[in-house]
């Protein structure tokens, strides 16, 4: 893509930055106020990178997330929902957005306090809310152009999330300006600083975002899903579901990265006492099991299980997208899996679908044995 083409599809960018470089020129903006609008501007960008994440429609191959993070589950969903008019969203979208994310606000406060630190008192608040609104202005714009123009459709979740944006603005907005606080430069070097941001977003702007898809793009799940009715049916006991994600929540708070709240929750008795320790504790346990509950009720309790005389499919009614298919030639085994705790583990069995080189845990299965037994017929 061409400057000019690139230009032309920005302008809100280059107007926006534009704002900037002209309060510098001529109405002699601080050091200051530049520290403190493109520290906004990176918290900006961190949200409005995270929500055109979700939308993003093209994955990349290489999607793989640390399976010990939250929502890392849903790296392998396939199907979106659609919220009102908004854009599909993609459940596969969200662990990579939230690994990026939480890697990228680690930065923000820790920038922050250094910005409060390298501030001069005498700063025209009038001059830092002019730049911030214009800066919000650009980003709103861009974001509604991603949205009507339908460009979601051919980003992926890396591309949609801004992350060499916001590097920019870290290293060299609030980077520069803080080099420049301490050097005491001549003042032209602050517009030039400007000019450098302002040519790497475009830069960033203009390359090609195209990734190569993911293996189920290619091979689609929904082709090998036969076109007669199925025999059977079996549902999820969302129940079930439940009372297993409840039970299991103290033992999560033994795991990473779950265990970094527990750590905290220790701190918090150590300096603050029993007392603080078991509200923060309790306050803890409850968040972790909304999330763990929340994460699962999209994985597991809207997947039904349709047996067919050839295949069993795994079918998501809430992502309206078959998740899984399997020719009942190719199963080895099925079994429900035994264990020492069956008697008090809550939530049901697992049953095990053992194929040539897979095998599928379908757990809280409604009817398991007649599950079973009408595969092993």
């Known amino acids: ?35 403190i609008v493109y520290w906004v501007e990176a918290g900006v960008a961190i949200i409005r990178g995270a929500v055109q994440g979700a939308f993003a429609e093209d994955t990349p191959k290489d999607l793989a997330v640390d399976q010990r993070l939250p929502f890392s589950s849903w790296s392998k969903k396939r199907g979106s929902v659609s919220l009102s008019r908004l854009p599909p969203i993609y459940p596969r979208n969200i662990p990579l957005v939230v690994a990026s994310i939480v890697v990228m606000t680690i930065f923000w406060p820790v920038t922050g306090a250094i910005v409060i630190v390298s501030v001069d008192t005498g700063f025209s608040i009038g001059s830092v809310l002019v730049g911030i609104t214009s800066l919000l202005i650009g980003h709103s714009v861009s974001f509604v152009d991603y949205i009507i123009n339908d460009r979601y459709t051919t980003a992926s979740p890396r591309s949609a999330l ?33 000019i450098v941001k302002l040519i790497s977003e475009l830069v960033f702007a203009g390359l090609s975002h195209t990734e190569p898809l993911t293996e189920w793009d290619d091979d689609s799940v929904e082709d090998r899903v036969p076109d007669t ?64 509950i929340g994460v699962k009720m999209v994985q597991e309790a809207h997947v039904e299980y349709h047996v067919y005389s050839s295949h069993i ?65």
């Not at 606080?181 to 070097?189: A, H, I, K, M």
């Not at 033994?254 to 509200?279: H, N």
Request: contains cysteine; aromatic residues 12%.
């Open 1 to 35: 893509m061409s400057w000019t083409e690139t230009i032309t599809r920005n302008p809100h960018t280059v107007v926006a930055n534009i704002v900037v470089l002209f309060g510098v020129i001529l109405f002699g903006w601080s050091a200051s106020v530049l520290l």
């Open 162 to 194: 801004l992350r060499q944006q916001v590097l920019s603005v870290f290293a060299l907005g609030v980077g520069g300006v803080i080099v420049f606080t301490y050097t005491s430069p001549p003042s032209v070097l602050l517009v030039f600083i400007v």
């Open 229 to 292: 009715d199925s025999t059977e049916i079996f549902q999820i006991s969302r129940w079930n579901l439940l009372v297993r994600e409840i039970a299991y929540t103290p033992l999560y708070m033994l795991m990473p990265p779950y265990l970094f709240l527990t750590f905290v929750v220790i701190l918090a008795g150590l300096i603050g006492g029993v007392r603080s320790a078991l509200i923060i504790g309790f306050i803890t346990i409850i968040i972790t099991m909304i999330c763990r």
């Open 313 to 377: 499919v795994a079918y998501d009614t809430l992502l309206d997208t078959a998740q899984w298919t399997v020719r009942r030639s190719e199963v080895i085994d099925i079994s429900v899996k035994p264990s020492r705790f069956d008697r008090i583990r809550p939530g049901g069995q697992t049953v095990v679908v053992s194929a040539y080189d897979t095998d599928y845990r379908l757990q809280a299965l409604q009817n398991p044995d007649l599950f079973v037994n009408l595969l092993s017929e």
